[in-house]
Protein backbone atom coordinates (compact mmCIF):
# COMPACT_ATOMS: atom_id res chain seq x y z
CA UNK A 1 0.00 0.00 0.00
CA UNK A 2 1.16 3.67 -0.44
CA UNK A 3 -0.11 6.98 0.68
CA UNK A 4 -0.84 9.50 -1.92
CA UNK A 5 0.67 13.03 -1.61
CA UNK A 6 1.60 16.04 -3.08
CA UNK A 7 4.65 15.80 -4.98
CA UNK A 8 7.84 17.37 -3.39
CA UNK A 9 7.86 20.27 -6.03
CA UNK A 10 4.16 20.89 -6.26
CA UNK A 11 3.82 24.64 -5.69
CA UNK A 12 1.93 26.41 -3.21
CA UNK A 13 0.91 28.71 -4.99
CA UNK A 14 -1.12 25.65 -7.24
CA UNK A 15 -3.29 24.80 -4.40
CA UNK A 16 -7.17 25.42 -5.23
CA UNK A 17 -9.87 27.40 -3.83
CA UNK A 18 -13.07 25.25 -3.08
CA UNK A 19 -15.96 27.18 -3.32
CA UNK A 20 -17.66 26.68 -0.02
CA UNK A 21 -20.83 28.46 -0.49
CA UNK A 22 -21.79 27.27 -3.90
CA UNK A 23 -20.15 23.56 -4.04
CA UNK A 24 -21.76 20.44 -1.75
CA UNK A 25 -20.11 21.00 1.56
CA UNK A 26 -16.34 19.28 1.19
CA UNK A 27 -16.50 17.12 4.19
CA UNK A 28 -19.04 14.69 2.70
CA UNK A 29 -16.24 14.22 0.42
CA UNK A 30 -14.46 12.23 3.49
CA UNK A 31 -17.30 9.89 4.76
CA UNK A 32 -16.77 7.47 1.75
CA UNK A 33 -20.19 7.95 0.12
CA UNK A 34 -21.32 9.17 -3.22
CA UNK A 35 -21.74 12.37 -3.37
CA UNK A 36 -25.14 14.50 -5.01
CA UNK A 37 -24.41 17.50 -7.17
CA UNK A 38 -27.34 19.42 -8.71
CA UNK A 39 -26.42 23.15 -9.51
CA UNK A 40 -23.97 21.75 -12.36
CA UNK A 41 -19.92 21.35 -12.17
CA UNK A 42 -18.43 21.76 -9.10
CA UNK A 43 -15.89 24.85 -8.58
CA UNK A 44 -12.88 25.91 -8.44
CA UNK A 45 -10.22 28.77 -8.37
CA UNK A 46 -7.29 29.52 -8.78
CA UNK A 47 -5.63 32.42 -5.91
CA UNK A 48 -3.46 35.11 -8.11
CA UNK A 49 -1.28 35.00 -11.77
CA UNK A 50 -0.36 31.84 -12.91
CA UNK A 51 0.92 30.13 -15.74
CA UNK A 52 -1.88 28.33 -17.04
CA UNK A 53 0.44 25.75 -19.52
CA UNK A 54 2.36 24.97 -15.79
CA UNK A 55 -1.11 24.48 -14.15
CA UNK A 56 -2.51 22.54 -16.92
CA UNK A 57 0.91 20.22 -16.99
CA UNK A 58 -0.23 18.75 -13.59
CA UNK A 59 -2.64 15.66 -13.33
CA UNK A 60 -3.45 15.90 -9.48
CA UNK A 61 -4.71 19.32 -8.28
CA UNK A 62 -4.90 20.07 -4.45
CA UNK A 63 -7.79 22.30 -2.53
CA UNK A 64 -9.36 23.23 0.69
CA UNK A 65 -11.85 20.71 -0.60
CA UNK A 66 -11.90 17.52 -2.67
CA UNK A 67 -8.86 17.29 -4.60
CA UNK A 68 -8.51 17.47 -8.34
CA UNK A 69 -7.70 14.90 -11.06
CA UNK A 70 -7.22 15.28 -14.95
CA UNK A 71 -9.10 13.87 -17.57
CA UNK A 72 -6.42 11.17 -17.87
CA UNK A 73 -6.41 10.09 -14.36
CA UNK A 74 -9.85 9.87 -14.43
CA UNK A 75 -9.67 7.53 -17.39
CA UNK A 76 -7.14 5.32 -15.59
CA UNK A 77 -9.20 5.30 -12.16
CA UNK A 78 -12.07 4.30 -14.41
CA UNK A 79 -10.27 1.50 -16.37
CA UNK A 80 -8.71 0.33 -13.40
CA UNK A 81 -11.30 0.70 -9.82
CA UNK A 82 -14.93 1.94 -11.49
CA UNK A 83 -16.45 0.78 -7.85
CA UNK A 84 -14.07 2.86 -5.84
CA UNK A 85 -14.43 6.46 -7.27
CA UNK A 86 -16.69 8.97 -7.94
CA UNK A 87 -15.51 11.55 -10.56
CA UNK A 88 -17.67 14.68 -10.64
CA UNK A 89 -17.27 17.08 -13.66
CA UNK A 90 -15.30 20.21 -12.43
CA UNK A 91 -14.33 23.78 -13.78
CA UNK A 92 -11.08 25.45 -12.72
CA UNK A 93 -11.28 29.13 -12.91
CA UNK A 94 -7.32 29.87 -13.68
CA UNK A 95 -6.52 33.42 -14.39
CA UNK A 96 -10.10 34.28 -15.37
CA UNK A 97 -10.25 31.65 -17.66
CA UNK A 98 -12.35 28.37 -17.20
CA UNK A 99 -11.29 25.26 -18.28
CA UNK A 100 -13.99 22.22 -17.08
CA UNK A 101 -11.64 19.07 -18.99
CA UNK A 102 -10.97 18.19 -14.99
CA UNK A 103 -13.00 15.93 -12.10
CA UNK A 104 -13.55 16.56 -8.30
CA UNK A 105 -12.43 12.78 -7.20
CA UNK A 106 -14.26 11.17 -4.70
CA UNK A 107 -13.13 8.30 -2.91
CA UNK A 108 -15.81 5.83 -2.43
CA UNK A 109 -13.85 3.51 0.36
CA UNK A 110 -12.39 3.35 3.65
CA UNK A 111 -10.76 0.66 5.49
CA UNK A 112 -7.98 0.38 7.99
CA UNK A 113 -4.32 1.11 6.57
CA UNK A 114 -2.09 2.06 9.27
CA UNK A 115 -0.29 -0.08 11.40
CA UNK A 116 -1.03 1.94 14.86
CA UNK A 117 1.40 -0.45 16.78
CA UNK A 118 4.54 1.56 14.62
CA UNK A 119 2.59 4.65 13.99
CA UNK A 120 3.05 7.73 16.81
CA UNK A 121 0.09 9.70 17.37
CA UNK A 122 -1.73 11.85 20.20
CA UNK A 123 -5.25 11.84 20.33
CA UNK A 124 -6.57 14.79 18.27
CA UNK A 125 -8.98 15.62 21.64
CA UNK A 126 -7.37 15.33 24.96
CA UNK A 127 -10.84 14.56 26.35
CA UNK A 128 -11.20 11.82 23.99
CA UNK A 129 -8.60 9.19 23.74
CA UNK A 130 -9.84 6.57 21.70
CA UNK A 131 -11.12 9.18 19.40
CA UNK A 132 -9.52 11.04 16.47
CA UNK A 133 -5.76 11.02 16.44
CA UNK A 134 -3.24 13.53 14.92
CA UNK A 135 -0.87 11.48 13.73
CA UNK A 136 3.24 12.09 13.64
CA UNK A 137 4.81 9.14 11.84
CA UNK A 138 2.46 6.85 9.61
CA UNK A 139 3.76 3.55 9.03
CA UNK A 140 0.78 1.42 6.67
CA UNK A 141 0.24 -2.01 7.60
CA UNK A 142 1.67 -5.09 5.50
CA UNK A 143 -1.20 -6.86 3.53
CA UNK A 144 -3.17 -6.18 0.03
CA UNK A 145 -5.89 -3.83 0.95
CA UNK A 146 -9.28 -4.89 0.00
CA UNK A 147 -9.72 -1.67 -2.73
CA UNK A 148 -7.53 0.01 -4.90
CA UNK A 149 -8.01 3.44 -3.57
CA UNK A 150 -9.79 4.33 -0.63
CA UNK A 151 -9.35 6.92 2.46
CA UNK A 152 -7.82 5.26 5.52
CA UNK A 153 -10.45 4.58 8.65
CA UNK A 154 -7.60 6.23 10.98
CA UNK A 155 -7.44 9.13 8.96
CA UNK A 156 -9.69 9.85 6.44
CA UNK A 157 -7.44 13.09 5.28
CA UNK A 158 -5.53 10.32 3.90
CA UNK A 159 -5.82 8.36 0.92
CA UNK A 160 -4.17 5.15 -0.13
CA UNK A 161 -3.49 3.17 -2.86
CA UNK A 162 -2.77 0.00 -3.62
CA UNK A 163 0.78 -1.47 -4.92
CA UNK A 164 -0.85 -1.81 -8.34
CA UNK A 165 -2.66 1.35 -8.72
CA UNK A 166 0.28 3.41 -7.53
CA UNK A 167 2.78 1.55 -10.24
CA UNK A 168 -0.11 2.24 -12.73
CA UNK A 169 -0.06 5.59 -12.28
CA UNK A 170 4.04 6.20 -11.76
CA UNK A 171 4.09 4.30 -14.61
CA UNK A 172 2.18 6.94 -16.53
CA UNK A 173 4.20 9.97 -15.13
CA UNK A 174 1.39 11.03 -12.97
CA UNK A 175 2.67 14.97 -12.50
CA UNK A 176 1.59 16.56 -9.16
CA UNK A 177 2.22 13.11 -6.52
CA UNK A 178 3.91 11.01 -5.29
CA UNK A 179 3.06 7.89 -3.50
CA UNK A 180 4.86 6.81 -0.36
CA UNK A 181 5.02 3.66 1.98
CA UNK A 182 5.31 5.99 4.90
CA UNK A 183 5.25 9.35 6.60
CA UNK A 184 7.13 11.06 8.86
CA UNK A 185 7.68 14.16 10.63
CA UNK A 186 4.14 15.08 10.50
Known sequence: MKILIPSENYPEKYWLKYDHEKNPDHLEFLLGKEVHVDDGPIVYVMKGKVSLAAVREYDYLFSDGPDVVSDDIARILVESCPLDVQLLPAVLVVNGGRYGDYFALNVLNKDEAFDLSRCNY??????MPDGPKKFKTIHLKGHVPNFSIFRAVESRF???LSDSLAVKL???LVKGVQFVSGLDGL
Open 122 to 127: VPLIKS
Open 170 to 172: EGR
Open 158 to 160: NIV
